[in-house]
């Protein structure tokens, strides 16, 4: 059995071991959320110019190949970060607040470091030959890192905002924030660098484009930690 696979296994015996202790279903539920953003993998491919990795998937609309390495074992993987995070908050291991939120992003950076390499062994890392990323003046691999944790820290924010709310309200926001972030960090916040590269610019501008994107990314962070910091004083029910 691989380490992704073990790894997976234990994530998810660690979602269903909080199900019992706190009754929550969220951590499940985020689980679920990073699965379905994994089905968005073959857009980055195109944007990104990645070429796809070798090995079995599952096609979508009988044209868009998905790994099941990334679907099965990135998505815990994607999810990881947010919800060692949300634990830490719910039982005040560490406090919700800016700089906090900063820091916990530059440890996920980390984090995404090590499983690009691990993801990699299993010929399924994201970025992996990645043309347009290569323009750039940062690693692929930094790129990559940079970008997921913006997506990690806004399925966290979902999660965070949503914790007083009935399940039945907080279901749809929970599975989709996965998606929601996805779409806003790889694919708004990082338009800049993948926009230049499709219309075809050279090395200079697809890095002045990078640097722009690597703006806007940090921006969307520092949005993140100013709302979760904003209602840190609130008492509410975590749900």
């Given at each position: 059995?691989?380490?992704?696979?073990?790894?997976?296994?234990?994530?998810?015996?660690?979602?269903?071991?909080?199900?019992?202790?706190?009754?929550?279903?969220?951590?499940?539920?985020?689980?679920?959320?990073?699965?379905?953003?994994?089905?968005?993998?073959?857009?980055?491919?195109?944007?990104?110019?990645?070429?796809?990795a070798d090995g079995s998937g599952f096609t979508l609309f009988g044209r868009f190949e998905?790994?099941?390495?990334?679907?099965?074992?990135?998505?815990?993987?994607?999810?990881?970060?947010?919800?060692?995070?949300?634990?830490?908050?719910?039982?005040?291991?560490?406090?919700?607040?800016?700089?906090?939120?900063?820091?916990?992003?530059?440890?996920?950076?980390?984090?995404?470091?090590?499983?690009?390499?691990?993801?990699?062994?299993?010929?399924?890392?994201?970025?992996?030959?990645?043309?347009?990323?290569?323009?750039?003046?940062?690693?692929?691999?930094?790129?990559?890192?940079?970008?997921?944790?913006?997506?990690?820290?806004?399925?966290?924010?979902?999660?965070?905002?949503?914790?007083?709310?009935?399940?039945q309200v907080a279901l749809v926001p929970l599975l989709l924030s996965g998606v929601v972030?996805?779409?806003?960090?790889?694919?708004?916040?990082?338009?800049?660098?993948?926009?230049?590269?499709?219309?075809?610019?050279?090395?200079?501008?697809?890095?002045?484009?990078?640097?722009?994107?690597?703006?806007?990314?940090?921006?969307?962070?520092?949005?993140?930690?100013?709302?979760?910091?904003?209602?840190?004083?609130?008492?509410?029910?975590?749900r």
């Amino acid at each position: 059995m691989s380490l992704l696979v073990l790894v997976t296994i234990f994530i998810y015996a660690a979602a269903i071991a909080l199900l019992w202790r706190e009754r929550s279903l969220r951590y499940l539920l985020l689980l679920f959320a990073g699965h379905l953003a994994m089905v968005l993998t073959p857009a980055w491919q195109r944007v990104y110019q990645i070429t796809p990795a070798d090995g079995s998937g599952f096609t979508l609309f009988g044209r868009f190949e998905v790994s099941w390495t990334l679907f099965i074992n990135g998505g815990p993987l994607l999810v990881l970060p947010a919800l060692t995070f949300y634990y830490g908050l719910r039982h005040k291991l560490w406090p919700r607040h800016y700089a906090a939120i900063w820091l916990a992003y530059a440890v996920f950076v980390i984090y995404f470091l090590l499983v690009e390499s691990l993801l990699e062994r299993s010929g399924a890392g994201l970025f992996s030959d990645a043309l347009l990323v290569d323009d750039t003046i940062l690693p692929a691999e930094v790129v990559q890192a940079v970008l997921l944790s913006g997506v990690s820290l806004g399925m966290l924010y979902t999660l965070v905002s949503t914790r007083h709310y009935a399940l039945q309200v907080a279901l749809v926001p929970l599975l989709l924030s996965g998606v929601v972030a996805s779409l806003l960090f790889l694919g708004i916040f990082a338009s800049p660098l993948w926009v230049s590269a499709l219309l075809g610019q050279d090395g200079l501008l697809v890095t002045i484009a990078g640097l722009v994107s690597l703006a806007l990314v940090l921006w969307g962070v520092h949005l993140l930690a100013s709302g979760l910091h904003a209602n840190r004083r609130q008492q509410l029910l975590w749900r």
